[in-house]
Structure formats: C-alpha cells, structure tokens
C-alpha cells in the first residue's frame, strides 16, 4: 500500500511535519521490522517498496538499527527532501546523512546511542532540523557546518529532561529560528544569541532562565520573538476548577516564578510586570 502524496518541504510546511499536524498521506510511511535476522530481510524488502517510486521526496521511517540506516540512505537517500526518523533508537552512527545534498529537512524523534552531530558541510540544502527525545546527545558542537540551516530545534517532546551543554556553538550562524526545549544549558549562557544577526525567533521553557537573563536578551535584542520572552505566558486551567470555568491563568517568566489564575491577582501580575519592564530598561540604558 502506498502512503504518498508528494509534499512540498519547506519551512512552513516543517512546523506542520514536526506538530504532526498533518494525515500520514502526506508521506510515504515504512515501518518497523521484527528485530531478529528474518524481519531484518523483510525490513529491507520495505525499505525497496521506494524503488517503484521515484518521486517520493518525504518518508517517515520506524525502528532502523544500524545496518538498516545504512542500507535505506545509502541506496534512497538521495531522492529524498524530507526525512521523519520516528523511533529509529538503536541508530549509533549518522553520518551517511551528511551525503545527501538534496536534503532539505530531517526530524528525528528518540534515540538512545548517538552522542554527537553528523557531519553537515555537504548537506547544501538543509534547512530545518529536529532533535527530539534524544538520551546521549549533549553537544551540537559542530552545526555551524551546516551551510544553508535556517531552523533549529532541540530538546523533548513533552516533559522537558535533556540538557545540552551550550548554544555557543550556534553563534554567528545563519540560522532564523531556534527552539531548545531542555531541562538545562551546561553554561546558562544565552549571551551568544546577541552574534545571530539572522535570528529572528527563540523559544525556550519559561523557566529556563532567570527572569533577568531574559529581561537582559530582551533589551539587547528588540528585534527577536519568542515564546518566554515576555513578562509573563498565559494559559488555561491552572488548577482543577478553572479547566472546568475557563479561568486564565499565567505562568511568571523566569527561573523559581510562581503560576497562577489570573482572577483575584490583578495586582500580583501588574507588580511582576512592572519588575519585568524595569529590568527591560535598565538593560537597554
């Protein structure tokens, strides 16, 4: 059974791929294999459907091991725009990803063995990347090889447990848009997003960082959104009861700060936002 209809990749179209906002028509879908040597041949067998079709560009890809991984890029690779790696865990080594020129988006949900980036200076036309859910990886050393990336993410899907040792190595990229969704930066220094002159967008956890080092980017970057760079982030249902009564509520930018309904602490959040903008201006001055 074939799953494709050709998708055009681009950026808009990757938030979309990467929320899942979508129906898996929009991909040539493959999956898992039994992991002894028999579904290991079977496996192949599917990897080989994508030989009867060449105008596949986007596939999503369940449970490759290492030999598997090889023989899927090394043979179909090529053809290929978009790739969605979903729960591919016992992958160890990547790097035949760097031999794809024509790639232009890669989405890799969960694995458990690979501790550092491919090497990306041949990948011309990589634009989005998304690394989620992975155990071992703690360094991006070397993404400032990727010629064309414009969207970087990084981080887990749901609770937010990886740490990463640094965004320094993003610094003086070309890349737009980032998103780190981790539990911890080893240096806590965002300092280096000051030398993005392209970036446009920054998203983090609202308690990732203290409320002062966010006032601080915010101050020297005026230019630059982002979903916790702000006073404050509303949301509905703080407890129990205000799901049940729609009662907004709104979590206080910063590492520590406290959430709460919005109804009955008016002046609470006037006085954090007044410390938030204080700060704004301080910085700036």
Known sequence: MIYNAFMDIHLESFEKLVKQEYSYDTEFSISAADSDTA?????THEIDKLADHPEVRAVRIFGLDQDTFEYFISRYGKQLHYI???RNKSVEDWSLLGTLPDLKCVNWYHNQKISKLWDMSG????????????????????????PALEWFEFGDTIWSTSEIDSLKPLENTGIRRINVSVKKIGDMDISCLKN??????????????TTEEIARLV????HLEGYALKPYITFMGYSEESRKSDVPSVIITGKRKPAFPIEGNEK??????????????????
């Open 268 to 285: 609470r959040l006037e006085k954090y936002v007044s410390q938030f903008n204080s700060l704004v201006e301080k910085y700036r001055s």
């Open 219 to 222: 101050a020297e970057c005026p």
């Open 39 to 43: 579904g290991a041949v079977r496996y």
């Open 123 to 146: 990948n011309y036309s990589l634009k989005a990347l998304n690394i989620s859910d992975f155990s071992k990886l703690h360094s991006i050393e070397g993404i400032g090889k990727a």
């Open 196 to 209: 993005m002159k392209r970036l446009e967008v920054f998203d983090c956890p609202a308690n990732l960082f």
């Open 84 to 86: 969605h790696f979903f």
